[in-house]
Structure formats: structure tokens, C-alpha cells
């Protein structure tokens, strides 16, 4: 079983009894000093186990607590890290330490348990357990099964998305126990990989939409007859937002998601400066929390769902989303359809996406990448928060940006953390030209912007997180949009398209009952918190809509 590895000099017992809850899951040992807690990582991890979470007293006999964190996550880099202060230390420490957490030096500051029920404690405990148990390579806890011989790209995407939606997978080759149980579940044509997950049948996908559909159903399962009061294109911060908001005001409303819930947000293994969220929180675990909270007011989600069209109603008439698998009819529709990462458009890297290159930060290729030396090629938010989830697993990470430094597109706190982590490092003015290997990425060539001069550099993983194209190529022509394709609302639209000399709303397009919220939206700030507060905002006007006689 993992281990949880307690550091504690002055208040032992105090300490162990604050653990003495997670012994039956957790194999809960107590070190007295940085010294004996390097000795019983080396213990644990040469019995084959591996460290969960370290929890350390803010006051350390033979090192600053900083420090040994430092010393422990080079021992294991994907165990999360507590201080649990004694009340006697508590506030003394909290100025000098917490400035820590915003460079990732720890996760959480708490106050060391005062009773044996203290469940804020536990809570925060619990969520930092929840979230290592979501990232190590294998889960305890399985829903899915997936049975294939060689991982693939296909096979890691399937992982991907599960994983994406908050379901523990695990790919187990075909001779194995689990291969053989699923295989006898299967009386289909032999290849594959197979899916098996709980409830439901076993089978044999050739895309992850087949995956989705399988799981969460289509649209053709909607009774047509019936039209909603609201469709969401786009299952993302705002679309979600958009969907408790209406769902909880009594609105018929359906999501539909071409991929897994959450979008691009989805995928950040950390977001630290979310409000609300002083811990952090994952993408995937906003997104399902978010989606939870939507179903329990009677939203309807659809994933695996790509809306190919839009046909706008007029005069009374519902706008129609088309699917491959069946219509969706609506009185207004509210497009969350955000952006893909910009392709980096050189061939032989795209030929081998999927096999050691990836788009976005592909939470399941992060595990392939243990040991290995790994690029991530973008200066935002999202490439930063990449880097340093890989860092948990490769063993060097090199960050490749076009410009002077990371201050102008980054956040501060992710520039900090990632100066804090020895295994990141940071090449600026740099871009990728060319690469290749056999039948998966090995190496790449890179090309100093500045100079022209250019390195071949061994290279196991490849993250592309490039900036936005907006998604909205399925948009009809009426709805206006901006050279670059995003979908323009309020003041923003085409002056010709204003009625009686007056732009639409803030979130309306020029279409009447269509409206735009999120990454998608001409200006928007390309920010979760944001995007969620348009999701939000959208609903008023919708409502407003609604309402209107004409």
C-alpha cells in the first residue's frame, strides 16, 4: 500500500494520532528529523511502495522544512507535501512559510489536528490523497478497463479521456488476468483495444467519440419533438457555467461536448489562483464538480458530440445543432465551444502526434514519460502548469518559448514555481523545426530565433500548447466573426447588423438567441475565472430572450 511519511521532533504523538484514521488504507510511518524521514522514503521505495504524502512540522530538528521538502520531492517527485503546524508554531511560521505554497515548494499549510475529529483537517487531507491517487500510473481504484497489447496513440487518448472525466483507468495487456475476464465479455470482431467500464458493454472503439457515445449516450437518445429552452455547444468553464446557471433557473438545458468535460481547462493538472480554491484545484476536478452540480439541477450532457452545424430559426422557429447521431432544436444557444492549440504545422512532428508528440498537456502521456527527457513548447499559463505536472515523472523538462522570457504570457506564481523546480528549465527565443524517430519521437531539432543557429537534442515527449484558434468552423455565415474566427458579440458586431442604431447585448451575436460566452468570444481574457463569469452572465440574457413576444 502507498506510504504517508510524518515528520515530527517536538509533538510525535500528537502527530501519529492525527494519521491513526488512514492506517487501514496506508502504510503511516513517523520519522523524527529530515534524516530518518530520507532514510524511510528509501526504506519504503525499496520495498517496491512509493510515498503518497509527506507531512512535516513547520519546525525541524536538522533542517529548515523548505529545504527538506526540496530533499524529499527529488526522492519522489509525485508525492504531495503538508506542513501541519503545531498551534504553538502556527501563526509564528505562517508568514515565513506560506509564500512557499506559491512556488509549489508544498501543497497545503494547515493546523496540526487539535481532537480526533477534526474533519477541516481531514478534508483538505483527503483532496490532496484524492488528487495524487488521480495522477500515478496506476489507480487503486478502477472503473475502466482497457485492453490492448501496445499503447498506442489511440489507447492513450481513450486513457485521456477518461481520465479527462474523472473515471480511474488502466490498460492491461491482453494475457493478463483482467485481459483475459474482458476478452471473455467480448463476442465481437478480435482486435484492439477493448473498453471495458462498469455498467456497461464491452467495446471495441476505433475513435474516443465511439468511447463517449458508449458511455454518455447521443443526442438521438433526445426526443425530438421536444425543444429546449437552452443548447450548449461546448462543455468548458463557461459552458458549464452556463448550464448551472440556466439548468438552476428552471431552463430545459443540454450540453454538447465533442471531447471530454472541462475543454482545455480540463486538462491542468493545477490551478492555483481560481478563487475559492487556496489549495488548488485540477481542471478535471472543477470540470466534474461543475458538471455534478449542473446534473443535480437536470442538465443533459452530451459528449463525443461535434456539432457540425448550426441552422439559425427565424420568425418563431428553433435553431437546429446537427450532429452525426441525431438534431438538437433549442429557442437559444449559447456557444462555449472555446479553442484547440495552434498547430505547429512542421510535417514530421505532426506525423508522429499521439506517439511521443502531443496537443495540450495530455494528462495520460504524462505517466509514459517517467525517466525521460520532455519539451513543452508554449509560454502561457497552460504550457507552464504542463511542466511542472511532468516534472512529477520526467526526468528533465525543457520549456521552449519565442520570446526574451515568460513574464509577458505567463503568471507570476507559475514563473516562480517553475524557477523553483530543478527539473524544468527554460529555453527562450527558441522553436521547434524539425524531428522524428521510429514509429515515435526521439529526437528534435531546434533553431535559435535570433541567431538561426540549430541543435539536435534527444527528446522522448513533445507538449504543444501553441495559443488558441477558435473552434468555429461550423458556424453559419450569419453569425459574425473576426479574421482570426472569433465569434464577435455586443459592440463588437458589424454596425449594419445593429437594430434600430443599437448593438445586441454584451454576450449576443448577430443572430437573435444566439450567444457567445468563454474563449470563443471575440476579446475574451482567456482565463477560467473569466470564462466561467460569461457562462454565468449569459443566462440573463437568455432569459430576457426568452421572454421577448416577438
Given at each position: 500500500?502507498?506510504?504517508?511519511?510524518?515528520?515530527?521532533?517536538?509533538?510525535?504523538?500528537?502527530?501519529?494520532?492525527?494519521?491513526a484514521?488512514?492506517?487501514?488504507?496506508?502504510?503511516?510511518?513517523?520519522?523524527?528529523?529530515?534524516?530518518?524521514?530520507?532514510?524511510?522514503?528509501?526504506?519504503?521505495?525499496?520495498?517496491?511502495?512509493?510515498?503518497?504524502?509527506f507531512?512535516?512540522?513547520?519546525?525541524?530538528?536538522?533542517?529548515?522544512?523548505?529545504?527538506?521538502?526540496?530533499?524529499?520531492r527529488?526522492?519522489?517527485?509525485?508525492?504531495?507535501?503538508?506542513?501541519?503546524?503545531?498551534?504553538?508554531?502556527?501563526?509564528?511560521?505562517?508568514?515565513?512559510?506560506?509564500?512557499?505554497m506559491?512556488?509549489?515548494?508544498?501543497?497545503?499549510?494547515?493546523?496540526?489536528?487539535?481532537?480526533?475529529?477534526?474533519e477541516?483537517?481531514?478534508?483538505?487531507?483527503?483532496?490532496?490523497?484524492?488528487?495524487?491517487?488521480?495522477?500515478?500510473?496506476?489507480?487503486?481504484?478502477?472503473?475502466?478497463?482497457?485492453?490492448?497489447?501496445?499503447?498506442?496513440?489511440?489507447?492513450?487518448?481513450?486513457?485521456?479521456?477518461?481520465?479527462?472525466?474523472?473515471?480511474?483507468?488502466?490498460?492491461?495487456?491482453?494475457?493478463?488476468?483482467?485481459?483475459?475476464?474482458?476478452?471473455?465479455?467480448?463476442?465481437?470482431?478480435?482486435?484492439?483495444?477493448?473498453v471495458?467500464?462498469l455498467?456497461?458493454?464491452?467495446?471495441r472503439?476505433?475513435?474516443?467519440?465511439?468511447?463517449?457515445?458508449?458511455?454518455?449516450?447521443?443526442?438521438?437518445?433526445?426526443?425530438?419533438?421536444?425543444?429546449?429552452?437552452?443548447?450548449?455547444?461546448?462543455?468548458?468553464?463557461?459552458?458549464?457555467?452556463?448550464?448551472?446557471?440556466?439548468?438552476?433557473?428552471?431552463?430545459?438545458?443540454?450540453?454538447?461536448e465533442?471531447?471530454?468535460?472541462?475543454?482545455?481547462?480540463?486538462?491542468?493538472?493545477?490551478i492555483?489562483?481560481?478563487?475559492?480554491?487556496?489549495?488548488?484545484?485540477?481542471?478535471?476536478?472543477?470540470?466534474?464538480?461543475?458538471?455534478?452540480?449542473?446534473?443535480?439541477?437536470?442538465?443533459?450532457?452530451?459528449?463525443?458530440?461535434?456539432?457540425?452545424?448550426?441552422?439559425?430559426?427565424?420568425?418563431?422557429?428553433?435553431?437546429?445543432?446537427?450532429?452525426?447521431?441525431?438534431?438538437?432544436?433549442?429557442?437559444?444557444?449559447?456557444?462555449?465551444?472555446?479553442?484547440?492549440?495552434?498547430?505547429?504545422?512542421?510535417?514530421?512532428?505532426?506525423?508522429?502526434?499521439?506517439?511521443?508528440?502531443?496537443?495540450?498537456?495530455?494528462?495520460?502521456?504524462?505517466?509514459?514519460?517517467?525517466?525521460?527527457?520532455?519539451?513543452?513548447?508554449?509560454?502561457?499559463?497552460?504550457?507552464?502548469?504542463?511542466?511542472?505536472?511532468?516534472?512529477?515523472?520526467?526526468?528533465?523538462?525543457?520549456?521552449?518559448?519565442?520570446?526574451?522570457?515568460?513574464?509577458?504570457?505567463?503568471?507570476?506564481?507559475?514563473?516562480?514555481?517553475?524557477?523553483?523546480?530543478a527539473?524544468?528549465?527554460?529555453?527562450?527565443?527558441?522553436?521547434?523545426?524539425?524531428?522524428?524517430?521510429?514509429?515515435?519521437?526521439?529526437?528534435?531539432?531546434?533553431?535559435?530565433?535570433?541567431?538561426?543557429?540549430?541543435?539536435?537534442?534527444?527528446?522522448?515527449?513533445?507538449?504543444?500548447?501553441?495559443?488558441?484558434?477558435?473552434?468555429?468552423?461550423?458556424?453559419?455565415?450569419?453569425?459574425?466573426?473576426?479574421?482570426?474566427?472569433?465569434?464577435?458579440?455586443?459592440?463588437?458586431?458589424?454596425?449594419?447588423?445593429?437594430?434600430?442604431?443599437?448593438?445586441?447585448?454584451?454576450?449576443?451575436?448577430?443572430?437573435?438567441?444566439?450567444?457567445?460566452?468563454?474563449?470563443?468570444?471575440?476579446?475574451?481574457?482567456?482565463?477560467?475565472?473569466?470564462?466561467?463569469?460569461?457562462?454565468?452572465?449569459?443566462?440573463?440574457?437568455?432569459?430576457?430572450?426568452?421572454?421577448?413576444?416577438?
Open positions: 500500500m502507498p506510504a504517508i511519511v510524518l515528520i515530527s521532533e517536538e509533538h510525535p504523538d500528537e502527530m501519529a494520532a492525527g494519521f484514521r488512514y492506517e487501514r488504507e496506508y502504510d503511516v510511518r513517523l520519522a523524527r528529523s529530515l534524516r530518518d524521514a530520507l532514510q524511510t522514503t528509501h526504506d519504503v521505495v525499496a520495498e517496491g511502495g512509493t510515498v503518497a504524502l507531512v512535516s512540522e513547520s519546525v525541524l530538528p536538522d533542517a529548515e522544512v523548505l529545504l527538506a521538502f526540496h530533499k524529499l527529488e526522492k519522489v517527485p509525485t508525492a504531495r507535501r503538508v506542513i501541519a503546524a503545531h498551534w504553538e508554531h502556527f501563526t509564528v511560521d505562517a508568514g515565513g512559510l506560506r509564500a512557499g506559491a512556488k509549489g515548494k508544498y501543497d497545503a499549510y494547515l493546523l496540526m489536528p487539535r481532537g480526533v475529529r477534526d477541516e483537517f481531514h478534508n483538505a487531507i483527503t483532496d490532496l490523497l484524492s488528487d495524487w491517487g488521480s495522477t500515478v500510473p496506476d489507480p487503486e481504484v478502477v472503473s475502466v478497463k482497457i485492453i490492448s497489447p501496445v499503447r498506442d496513440a489511440l489507447t492513450l487518448a481513450i486513457r485521456d479521456f477518461f481520465d479527462r472525466m474523472g473515471m480511474p483507468s488502466r490498460v492491461w495487456p491482453p494475457d493478463s488476468d483482467a485481459g483475459r475476464y474482458v476478452l471473455e465479455q467480448w463476442d465481437g470482431e478480435p482486435g484492439f483495444p477493448l471495458h467500464a455498467n456497461r458493454p464491452t467495446i472503439p476505433t475513435t474516443v467519440r465511439d468511447v463517449a457515445i458508449s458511455v454518455y449516450g447521443s443526442p438521438t437518445e433526445i426526443d425530438l419533438d421536444h425543444v429546449v429552452d437552452v443548447a450548449v455547444v461546448g462543455g468548458g468553464p463557461a459552458g458549464l457555467a452556463a448550464a448551472v446557471y440556466a439548468s438552476s433557473e428552471g431552463l430545459t438545458t443540454v450540453v454538447l465533442a471531447e471530454a468535460i472541462g475543454g482545455q481547462a480540463g486538462t491542468s493538472s493545477m492555483r489562483n481560481y478563487l475559492g480554491f487556496p489549495r488548488g484545484i485540477s481542471g478535471m476536478r472543477l470540470a466534474q464538480r461543475a458538471r455534478n452540480q449542473a446534473l443535480r439541477f437536470g442538465t443533459r450532457f452530451y459528449t463525443g458530440q461535434v456539432v457540425d452545424e448550426l441552422r439559425p430559426g427565424y420568425d418563431g422557429a428553433p435553431h437546429v445543432l446537427c450532429t452525426d447521431s441525431g438534431e438538437v432544436r433549442a429557442r437559444s444557444v449559447v456557444i462555449t465551444s472555446g479553442v484547440a492549440y495552434r498547430k505547429l504545422r512542421v510535417d514530421p512532428i505532426e506525423e508522429l502526434v499521439g506517439m511521443g508528440v502531443h496537443y495540450g498537456a495530455a494528462m495520460t502521456a504524462a505517466r509514459e514519460m517517467e525517466g525521460q527527457d520532455v519539451f513543452v513548447v508554449g509560454g502561457g499559463n497552460s504550457a507552464g502548469q504542463a511542466a511542472v505536472h511532468l516534472s512529477r515523472f520526467a526526468r528533465s523538462v525543457t520549456i521552449l518559448v519565442r520570446r526574451p522570457d515568460l513574464a509577458e504570457t505567463m503568471s507570476d506564481y507559475l514563473i516562480g514555481e517553475i524557477e523553483y523546480n527539473r524544468i528549465a527554460v529555453r527562450t527565443c527558441t522553436t521547434v523545426v524539425d524531428g522524428g524517430g521510429d514509429g515515435r519521437l526521439d529526437w528534435l531539432c531546434l533553431e535559435d530565433v535570433r541567431t538561426g543557429d540549430r541543435e539536435r537534442v534527444p527528446a522522448y515527449g513533445l507538449f504543444l500548447l501553441l495559443g488558441a484558434e477558435p473552434r468555429s468552423d461550423w458556424l453559419p455565415g450569419a453569425v459574425a466573426r473576426d479574421p482570426r474566427g472569433f465569434v464577435l458579440t455586443g459592440r463588437d458586431v458589424p454596425q449594419e447588423t445593429w437594430a434600430d442604431g443599437l448593438p445586441p447585448e454584451p454576450l449576443a451575436t448577430t443572430v437573435p438567441g444566439v450567444f457567445a460566452a468563454g474563449d470563443i468570444r471575440a476579446g475574451s481574457m482567456k482565463r477560467v475565472a473569466s470564462a466561467s463569469g460569461e457562462g454565468a452572465s449569459v443566462v440573463p440574457l437568455v432569459h430576457a430572450w426568452l421572454a421577448d413576444p416577438r
